[in-house]
């Protein structure tokens, strides 16, 4: 058996970022990924859009669907300002341990809250377990099929407000067809989408940014 690939990904970070410097984290991950292994972090291309849509909004309380390795956990969460809250959702009680490391390796692990579970079980009990009344941004990152079900949930449990952000990765390559066609055609949201490039890779894919409207 041996070590899992995000079990290699946290040694990595251990032997090559600096404890408490976030960037020194994303800069490891993205080394590891784009020279020794590929794995399905959102990635330098798609992160620097990402950032720049997050400056944009400067929420006060994020929510990330699919955590994965915590790579953009730590992404966003190094750019929020003090005392914001960002809540991270992940259903594999393997990559959420590894986050968990990553995340307090990068010093972020007062604003993050790394919470296990699925989704759709998770965003009905957001209010009551975590005091939030409504997202600035949310980050669709966790499974295709989920992203339209988890939105349309996310507005009946009145967690959108007028000017929330919602960010999906992936809507090329896996591709979410669903939700574009959701998004798209809702007058509920302004939709737009950024070309980028699937992580580590030459190949299309891109990130929709959907402002929802009340
Ligand atoms: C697992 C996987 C394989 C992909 C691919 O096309 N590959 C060809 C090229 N080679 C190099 C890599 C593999 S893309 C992708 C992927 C990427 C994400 O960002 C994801 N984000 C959230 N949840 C996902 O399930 C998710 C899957
Ligand atoms: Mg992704």
Redesign the pocket.
């Known amino acids: 058996t041996g070590t899992s690939r995000p079990q290699r990904m946290l040694k990595a970070v251990q032997k090559n970022a600096t404890k408490g410097d976030p960037q020194s984290v994303i800069s490891a991950i993205d080394y590891y990924c784009r020279h020794k292994e590929?794995a399905?972090?959102?990635?330098d291309d798609?992160g620097l859009i990402l950032d720049s849509v997050l400056m944009e909004v400067n929420p006060s309380t994020v929510l990330e669907l699919?955590t994965?390795c915590g790579y953009s956990t730590v992404r966003i969460a190094r750019l929020m300002s003090p005392g914001s809250k960002l809540i991270t959702v992940e259903f594999n009680p393997a990559f959420a341990e590894v986050a968990r490391q990553i995340i307090a390796y990068a010093g972020l692990q007062d604003k993050v809250t790394l919470v296990e579970g699925s989704s759709g079980d998770l965003i009905p009990k957001m209010k009551e377990r975590f005091g939030i009344k409504y997202f600035d941004f949310v980050f669709l990152?966790?499974?295709?099929d989920s992203y339209a079900p988890d939105t349309k949930l996310l507005e009946d449990c009145g967690l959108l407000k007028k000017g929330t952000v919602l960010l999906a990765?992936?809507v090329i390559?896996?591709g979410a067809p669903e939700y574009l066609k959701y998004v798209r055609n809702s007058p509920r949201y302004e939709s737009r989408y950024y070309k980028s490039n699937?992580?580590?890779?030459k190949?299309e894919?891109g990130l929709e940014k959907s402002v929802f409207l009340g």
């Open positions: 590929w399905m972090n959102v990635g798609k699919g994965y990152d966790h499974w295709k990765d992936n390559c896996p699937l992580e580590y890779t190949a894919d």
